[in-house]
């Protein structure tokens, strides 16, 4: 059964947040190799370690609604396996309402830090970039990935994304 438009627009948001994630990942790399080999010359990177924290911390954030959405995430079923269908199916559930509420409650923060960045005024140390936007940005990605489990909590069996 095909998903519904509010389903495939959670997706759409999904790949675009895993975009961002690429780009986070590529700047990170980029950086971090003209860094070591402009050393060598004497000539480091102004603010590499500042783009690298700001990429690292987008790129992880990014990532997470895609993850959620394949169920790419680690899991320890060692216990859980050992449950009947019944108990595993309540443990399943519970978690993922913690999940949701972790995620809804992470992302409500991060509106908050952004805020009290932009008025502020905080900048990354050395290059002085403006960072108000990178816990925007999380925000929108923790909210996303809450909707993403809200999909796993009401079709349990279901693939959102086949990975």
């Known amino acids: 059964m095909p998903l519904g438009p509010f389903w495939r627009a959670v997706v759409w948001v999904g790949y675009v947040m895993t975009a961002i994630s690429v780009i986070g990942l590529l700047a990170m790399m980029v950086v ?18 500042d783009v ?3 990429a690292g911390a987008v790129t992880i954030a990014c990532a997470l609604p895609m993850t959620t959405a394949m ?6 079923e060692y216990f859980f396996q050992r449950l009947n269908r019944r108990w595993r199916l309540v443990v399943d559930s519970l978690m993922r309402l913690l ?3 972790g995620f809804a409650l992470a992302a409500y923060e991060c509106v908050g830090y952004g805020v009290r960045f932009l008025k502020s005024g905080q900048v990354t140390d050395t290059i002085e970039l403006p960072i108000f936007w990178v816990p925007w940005l999380m925000a929108v990605s923790f ?20 990975s």
């Not at 169920?71 to 320890?76: C, E, L, P, R, S």
């Not at 909210?143 to 086949?162: D, K, N, Q, S």
């Open 32 to 49: 971090t190799c003209l860094d070591v080999v402009l050393r060598v010359c004497g000539v480091p990177v102004k603010g590499a370690y």
């Open 52 to 54: 690298v924290r700001v």
């Open 71 to 76: 169920k790419g995430h680690v899991a320890i």
């Open 99 to 101: 999940m949701i509420v």
């Open 143 to 162: 909210a996303v990935t809450a909707v993403v489990v809200v999909f796993h909590l009401i079709y349990p069996g279901r693939e959102m994304v086949r």
